[in-house]
């Protein structure tokens, strides 16, 4: 079944209060085809780089392949939007909720993203490589073939997501929730507090298993 996506400005639940963000999308969404099935071409696609679209509602919205990189998008809601490869690369997303978005082949290298909320978001092939993702809520995330090395996962919320070869490689995931995680991961990831304390193979699936995650296996690369 298909999902259908917002794709007109009446779509928008909440404007950005930034004229330039405003704008940015207002113009993006009157210029989209009537018929989501038309090919779109790159021009047609969202360029928010840069602006600042804090507290905004584009819950739903078709975003697909949108260039947000460096955006601000504090507490900007993005529940169930679409932003197959989108770019969020050193967007700063602390507080947002992107719930059940698809976030598939997304770019998010270096965001900041500190208490975002991602319950149930597919990012399958997603990039978050050093990206901050202190605190997120990751709960039932879809993370196959997802990359987060280097990323800060300290304090995130991991319970029941889906992992295959999903790259944690330096990922630092001390006090995270892993309950019920399930799947196959790459490691070294760094379980330490204040000092780097690296894991990987069955010292690795150990700790998952001591909390909770007695399903997850850690693929060696040493």
């Not at 800060?152 to 070869?165: F, P, Q, S, W």
């Amino acid at each position: 079944m298909t999902t259908a996506y917002g794709r007109t400005p009446d779509n928008v639940r909440r404007w950005p209060v930034d004229v330039r963000a405003r704008r940015a999308i207002a113009d993006y969404l009157e210029s989209l085809p009537a018929d989501p099935a038309s090919e779109q071409t790159t021009a047609m696609l969202l360029n928010g780089r840069g602006l600042d679209f804090t507290d905004a509602d584009l819950s739903g919205l078709d975003l697909l392949g949108a260039e947000l990189s460096e955006a601000g998008l504090n507490r900007v809601l993005l529940i169930g939007a679409d932003l197959y490869t989108a770019w969020l690369a050193d967007a700063v997303l602390a507080g947002a909720d992107l719930s059940g978005a698809d976030l598939r082949k997304v770019q998010g290298r270096g965001c900041r993203a500190q208490e975002a909320k991602l319950l149930g978001a597919d990012m399958q092939q997603a990039d978050f490589s050093h990206s901050d993702l202190r605190g997120a809520d990751l709960r039932g995330a879809r993370l196959m073939r997802a990359t987060f090395s280097g990323a800060d996962l300290r304090n995130a919320d991991l319970r029941n997501c889906v992992l295959e070869r999903t790259r944690l490689t330096g990922a630092r995931i001390a006090d995270a929730h892993v309950d019920g995680a399930a799947g196959l991961l790459i490691g070294p990831v760094d379980i330490g507090v204040d000092s780097a304390v690296p894991l990987d193979g069955p010292d690795l699936e150990a700790w998952f298993a001591s909390r909770g995650a007695p399903d997850v296996k850690a693929l060696r690369t040493g």
